[in-house]
């Protein structure tokens, strides 16, 4: 193991091996990663892997697009597959008012040179046919975009990252960091110390922990994510071509082909947090007890929107941690307080964003400036002083928001 490098990033999910990758993609091959067990063996491993381009934060954008792009330019270099699938999207009208938000956002997307349309209700049917269109106002349709393999994306990033000459450390859990007076960082792991010049906290839901005892009280918590997995339908198995993903904010989810069947993930209207008084030191690769009671209503509108789903049959609950800013934006950038101190935690959506955060990050890092102007997601913007119980409420504003669009903007 190297015990100094310019750059050490702590935590092995889709976000701090994206973050390796892209610094030793820049030239920082003198850098690291230590992961406390497996790579991808926090959120990571048991994502639904979906990639959209789609969002109402037109900055935001360039992060998703710079993500699918990451992780195709990763799977070119190491020749591990990142199981990219390029179903495109289809987020649906299902009022006026987001029609006229979809419409509104054509000339960002012209802007930054990524295909998209706002379709009708005849265009949705062919490219979905399981779609129920009676009520809706059309679709934003963003064909480019899909899903990956977490995991296959992941090991792509790794194995890129070690061909150009950066180390990963697994089974090294990091367990305590320290600014010496020269500036440089020493973190102290299970396996031996490591010096280093800059520190990337990558760590999601533990970087709080990981951060308390330098007191930063950084407000990232856990709540607990379903995403379910039916059985085969026939009118997907009679198809020639994979669906789109689909999003619809009156039933709060996503839903995605997996095989012949679909895969749909939840926003709940009363989240469920998990480890509020610190994340438990045995915590593995598990999943929580299923609790699809809570999920009735997002079920009964979900047929509404889709017949089939009805017929299919669910084989698979997963209930996992998912790790939440107050704002439902990552923390990104610098800890002004502690330099050489940076974070890349908080992400919700991280397969989504993460491959084109990190190439912001370590620009940022490298160049001293982020790539692009983007202060809604800088890792100081809470202060230090947000109690837990503000956190939480704020965070529970924004599971809830799910996919419902903001009023305007
Ligand atoms: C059911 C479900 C479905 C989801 N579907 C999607 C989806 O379709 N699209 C999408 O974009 N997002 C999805 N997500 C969210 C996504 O999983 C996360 O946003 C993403 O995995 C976060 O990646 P990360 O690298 O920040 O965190 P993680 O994957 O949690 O990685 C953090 C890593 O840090 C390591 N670590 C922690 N402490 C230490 C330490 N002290 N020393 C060393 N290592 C440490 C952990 O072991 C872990 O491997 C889903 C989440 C859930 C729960």
Known sequence: ??????????????????????????????????????????STWHAAGNTTYFGPYAEMTQLFAGSIRTYLAAEEHSGQSVGFHQTGSLRVATTEHERALFNSYQARYDALNIPYSVVENDTIRNLHPCIETDDLFGAAHTPTDGHVDPSGATQALAKSARLRGAHIERWC?????AQESDGSWLVETEKGDIRAKHVVLAASFWTRELAQPLGLNIPLYATQHHEVITGAVPELQA?????????????????????????????????????LDGIPKDFTEELFA?????????????????????????????????????????????????????????????IGTGGGSAEFLAHWMIHGEPLFNLPIVHADRFGNDLSTEAAIESIKACYRQGYRLPQSI
């Not at 079920?299 to 209930?319: D, H, K, S, W, Y």
């Open 290 to 350: 299923p609790d699809t009671d809570r999920l009735t209503t997002a079920f009964e509108r979900l047929m509404e929107r889709l017949p089939a789903f009805a017929e299919a049959g669910i084989q698979t609950v997963n209930n996992g941690p998912m790790c939440w800013t107050p704002d439902g934006l990552p923390l990104l950038g610098p800890v002004n307080r502690h330099p050489g101190l940076w974070l890349a935690s908080g992400f919700n959506v991280g």
């Open 1 to 42: 193991m190297k015990s100094d490098v310019q750059v050490l990033v702590i935590g092995g999910g889709i976000v701090g091996t994206s973050v390796l990758y892209w610094l030793a993609k820049k030239g920082w091959t003198d850098s690291a990663l230590v992961e406390r067990r497996e790579l991808t063996s926090g």
């Open 239 to 275: 198809l020639k071509h994979e669906v789109p993903a689909m999003r619809d904010s009156y039933v709060s989810c996503s839903v995605r082909q997996e095989k012949h069947g679909f895969l749909a993930g939840f926003y709940e209207d009363d989240p469920v947090f998990w480890a």
């Open 173 to 177: 859990p990091a367990v305590g960091l």
